[in-house]
């Protein structure tokens, strides 16, 4: 009979391991009820030298890698658009990236329209001694004051039917 229950012990053993493994690489932090999340994600945000204005407060979990710092955002809002000073930025229901010290790259779920077109920004670079955030579009960069993102927007449901300026990205064109 102990020979019988020995695989099962080991098995068990072996799932146990796993679970401790998967939980020891990623950090997960849900709680749709509360604004901590989001809270956290600001904070951490500021931890690696970036803004917190450039994520939306209408966070409802993320989770973090502890491997390779790759990070996944789901917003409590869907559709989310945030007005910066003159450009209009849409965020997904999902954003995800990899984070590092002044920059995020790899990002999806982040768009800003140029004229009558949405662009994926695909990375976010902080120029500090410029004072500067630096926004990737593909091969092509836009460069924004760092202070028009210490602000933490709040998601609206509807894009701004007038666009007054397109001065993010205009240059790009």
Not at 73 to 81: A, D, F, G, R, V
Not at 134 to 144: K, M, N, R, W, Y
């Amino acid at each position: 009979m102990a020979s019988s229950s020995t695989p099962k012990v080991q098995h068990a053993t072996a799932l146990i391991s796993l679970l401790l493994l998967l939980s020891s690489t990623q950090t997960t932090l849900s709680d749709p009820t509360s604004s901590s999340s989001s809270d956290e994600v600001h904070e951490l945000l500021t931890k690696y030298n970036l803004p917190k204005g450039i994520l939306p407060k209408d966070i409802k979990s993320y989770t973090l890698s502890n491997q390779d710092n790759s990070f996944t955002i789901e917003l409590s809002s869907n559709p989310c658009y945030v007005k910066f000073k003159d450009q209009l930025v849409y965020y997904g229901k999902t954003i995800k990236g990899k984070l590092s010290y002044g920059k995020v790259t790899g990002v999806s779920g982040i768009q800003a329209k140029k004229f009558f077109i949405w662009v994926s920004v695909t990375g976010m670079e902080v120029d500090q001694k410029n004072d500067m955030v630096e926004f990737h579009v593909g091969a092509i960069s836009q460069s924004l004051p760092a202070e028009d993102f210490e602000e933490i927007p709040t998601c609206k449901a509807k894009a701004l039917l007038r666009e007054e300026s397109f001065s993010f990205l205009d240059a790009l064109i």
